[in-house]
């Protein structure tokens, strides 16, 4: 009698463990998101060849997912604000989203811009910019080590899409984009997934964290 | 005649591979242990936030400090020491976060609902074991749902063999009532 007890209570036991190794349908999410920053934090190591303090790396992968998880503002050191436009036209007046001021200005004379004409944004006329424009992406943040941009266009790819580093932490690129939306975001140092300041949150989430949305040819952002 | 080299297999294998550098062998072994290491994390923590931050502070600690190491002693035993050692400390500074914020009505009306939970009974069965004593509550989930064995359970948590099968002891006996009514015993 005491030996059926026992085994009832083991064979609870057994249940119980197995009720707890039922998956949460947090988990893949969860796993894509390791996956992402061990891969960035492989992807800066081989950029860099940095034999330096490791935790610094590590120190952005945790504080990303802070950010993502937990609604924060990350906030890169120094102004962040981005833009993106299309190079080399002179197309003025927008509804979307574009840097003002001084920030802009001083960023854009770091990049050696200076002749390109009035700032657009992505709803730029499609007929007058054809079908694949090239579309400049630029991020100020001057204590940043490397930064690259992510997006559908290139498979959230952290090593596709580099940006170059101008004087004054302006950090650049120029990327050819079809016609349509675009969502995407900065990964800086390897980690750190930053949306653009000066664009719309896209409303989808990949892996959990908030992008920016443009639009190339007009349109809804959302 | 020449002679491919041959990679050792299995996590001491990956685990060597990715210390020199693979990051794939290392995606092998985070894809191999990260749903027990969630499981573990999620009811040391019982909050699904902090586990997976503490699965993913985890996984990186120890993909940083590959080169430490020893493959004399197996793989999951040195990553789940990294993760008992992660949920202590988040579950230390979760309890001061706590008592700052009982005091707030405003946090607790705006806080996060907890992660969704299958069904009642795996409901009930989740809120018995988070009610154990956290050493109890660490030496049954390695034992029962992780099904080490005491010698790897040492290994880990850092105490003998003797104690954690007290502990165990410890847990199933509080455990024991509960799980008789949840199954209708």
């Known amino acids: 009698m005491t030996d059926d007890r026992d085994d009832r209570d083991e064979r609870n036991f057994q249940r119980a463990a197995a009720e707890l190794r039922t998956p949460s349908a947090r988990d893949d999410a969860a796993l894509d998101d390791v996956l992402v920053a061990i891969r960035g934090e492989a992807a800066s190591r081989f950029a860099s060849d940095d034999a330096g303090d490791p935790t610094g790396d590590w120190e952005h992968a945790r504080l990303r997912r802070r950010s993502r998880r937990r609604g924060a503002v990350w906030l890169v050191a120094g102004l962040a604000a981005a833009v993106a436009f299309a190079a080399g036209l002179g197309v003025g007046g927008f509804a979307g989203w574009r840097l003002r001021g001084e920030s802009y200005r001083a960023a854009m004379e770091d990049l050696g811009m200076r002749r390109v004409p009035p700032v657009v944004p992505a709803n730029v006329s499609a007929g007058a910019l054809g079908v694949r424009q090239p579309v400049q992406f630029m991020l100020v943040a001057p204590a940043a080590s490397r930064v690259a941009l992510v997006g559908e266009f290139n498979d959230w790819d952290p090593i596709a899409t580099p940006m170059a580093r101008a004087p004054g932490g302006a950090w650049h690129v120029a990327l050819p984009l079809a016609d349509g939306r675009h969502v995407y975001a900065f990964v800086v140092d390897g980690s750190a997934w930053v949306p653009d300041p000066q664009a719309p949150l896209a409303p989808e989430r990949w892996f959990g964290s908030r992008n920016s949305v443009m639009l190339v040819g007009g349109g809804r952002t959302q | 005649m020449t002679h491919a080299a041959v990679e050792p297999v299995g996590d001491t294998g990956l685990a060597s591979r990715a210390a ?156 024991r009532p509960r799980l008789r009514e949840i199954y209708d015993d």
Request: include cysteine; charge should be positive; charged fraction near 30%.
């Open chain 2, 20 to 175: 020199r550098g693979d990051v794939d062998a290392y995606e092998l072994l985070v894809r191999h242990h990260h749903p027990s290491c969630m499981r573990y994390a999620a009811r040391m923590l019982r909050d699904a936030a902090d586990a997976e931050d503490a699965v993913q502070d985890t996984f990186m600690r120890a993909y940083l400090a590959l080169s430490r190491y020893d493959d004399r002693q197996p793989f999951r035993a040195w990553l789940f020491r990294i993760l008992v050692n992660r949920c202590r400390t988040l579950a230390l500074q979760r309890a001061r976060r706590t008592r700052r914020f009982l005091n707030d009505p405003v946090a607790l009306v705006n806080a996060a609902s907890p992660a969704e939970e299958p069904s009642e009974r795996g409901d009930a069965i989740r809120r018995a074991v988070d009610e154990l004593e956290p050493l109890l509550r660490e030496a049954f989930l390695l034992k029962y749902v992780e099904e080490m064995d005491y010698q790897e359970m040492a290994t880990i948590l850092g105490a003998s063999v003797s104690a954690l099968k007290m502990r165990v002891k410890r847990a199933c006996d509080a455990l």
